[in-house]
């Protein structure tokens, strides 16, 4: 199949990352109409957004291991047809509960696409362009939460909060629909001489290291675009609309910010040590932030507005770190692996923050996030000297054997 297909794979890949990620990071411009519609209390409010996250979290790591069975498009298309469906049903639900199941479903079927889409994104590119294709994969993320970051709350102005959750399915299925046309099995792999069986995914300590290290970043970033809304509708008397509106561009420098961390890390050739670099500059601007949070609006903006697009810069090269670890062959599962992991992070996260802001102060709150990063930049030191080691020994490997 033509070399160029790879582009429509990807952008097909993004397509349906993107369309969950409209749901998972668009759901909080819907707080203040969640909290109006049915009366919640903020920790309430980070528990509807954690459910999606926890939906995921359950089904990550069995979708992956079934994409490296039967591929991408299946799964992807099937998954993502399921999280349109419950969100339909989500627009129907007039109870707290069922709406939290309804959006725990969404969660469930939706995130097939995230190891599907990142499996097929590795098949198709080589190594010296993975990090910049994932980058622009996990691009799509932060794109579709601005989306409907962006639009959702003139939906839900003109029609309903049900209306916004019908457009969120409508988005699912359309995903589901373009993976169904367009995905492709990538080109078989060149064939190398005989090395040791890589471990399973889920014993390679490597592994669980890297997904920790990731789910001590993206607690900020959870908390981060969780609550930003709210902050400045709450704290700042911004209106709701404006509030969201400034969620959504942040999300969208986000999505470009990971392009340039992926390009990067193709240049330099290595993920984990921009990934501490990453995580030392999240640390040092949230807890600048914590100093900020009442401060002037001159002041406090600026530094906002540059830590939230900070806190989302990283997901690519943790991606691209996963994959490369374990082999082409098990990346679906690895990729999944590691979502599991980081959705630890993104279920608690949200939730303790919430509760954290109404027990002390935003101040207080954005002071003790400001610990997650810095405690990921220590347990990924590890994992420097091992990505040494495997690009020596890619280096060291004997050419692919000629076809005969």
């Known amino acids: 199949m033509n070399a160029r ?7 097909t890949g993004a397509v349906g990352a993107g369309a969950f990620s409209a749901l998972r990071m668009g759901l909080p411009s819907l707080g203040p109409a969640l ?12 528990l509807a957004f954690a459910a999606v996250t926890a939906g995921g979290m359950l089904t990550l790591v069995p979708w992956g291991a079934l994409t490296d069975r039967i591929g991408e498009r299946p799964v992807m298309a099937t998954g993502l047809a399921g999280c349109g469906i419950s969100l339909a049903v989500a627009a129907t639900v007039d109870t707290y509960a069922a709406l939290l199941v309804a959006l725990l479903a969404a969660g469930m ?5 995230t190891g599907a889409s990142g499996r097929a994104v590795m098949g198709w590119f080589a190594r010296s362009e993975r990090g ?4 622009i994969r996990q691009m799509a993320l932060p794109l579709g939460g601005a989306l ?16 916004a959750f019908v457009a969120l ?25 005989p090395a040791r069986p890589p471990k399973p995914p889920t014993r390679d300590p490597r592994l669980w290291r890297l997904g920790a290290g990731g789910a001590l970043l993206v607690c900020a970033q959870a908390s981060m675009l969780g609550f930003i809304v709210l902050f400045l509708h709450d704290a700042r008397n911004v209106s709701a609309a404006l509030a969201a509106a400034a969620l959504g561009a942040l999300q969208i420098v986000g999505a470009l910010v990971r392009i340039v961390a992926g390009r990067r890390s193709d240049r330099e050739g290595l993920r984990i040590a921009p990934m501490r670099r990453i995580a030392a500059r999240n640390a040092a601007l949230l807890a600048a932030l914590g100093a900020l949070a009442g401060g ?28 490369e670890i374990s082999g082409r062959a098990r990346a679906g599962t690895a990729m999944s692996l590691q979502n599991t992991i980081i959705s630890v992070g993104g279920v608690l996260a949200p939730t303790a923050f919430g509760v954290l802001v109404e027990a002390t102060s935003w101040t207080a709150a954005y002071a003790v ?22 690009i020596a020994a890619r280096a060291a490997e004997p050419l692919p054997m000629e076809a005969t």
């Open 169 to 193: 399915a409508c988005l699912s299925i359309t995903a589901a629909l373009a993976a169904a046309l367009l995905m492709r099995d990538p080109p078989p792999a060149p064939s190398r001489a």
């Open 5 to 11: 297909y790879r582009w429509v794979i990807l952008a």
């Open 148 to 163: 409907t970051a962006l639009t959702l709350p003139s939906v839900v102005d003109a029609r309903g909060l049900d209306a």
């Open 109 to 113: 079927l939706g995130s097939s696409a």
């Open 296 to 323: 002037p609006s001159v002041v406090l903006y600026p530094v906002l507005a540059v830590a939230a697009v900070s806190t989302m810069s990283w997901n690519g090269l943790a991606f691209t770190a996963a994959a």
């Open 35 to 46: 909290r109006s519609e049915f009366g919640l209390t903020l920790g309430e409010v980070g």
């Open 369 to 390: 996030l400001a610990i997650a990063p810095l405690a990921a930049f220590i347990v990924l030191a590890p994992l420097e000297g091992d990505e040494d080691s495997r």
């Open 132 to 135: 910049f294709a994932l980058g």
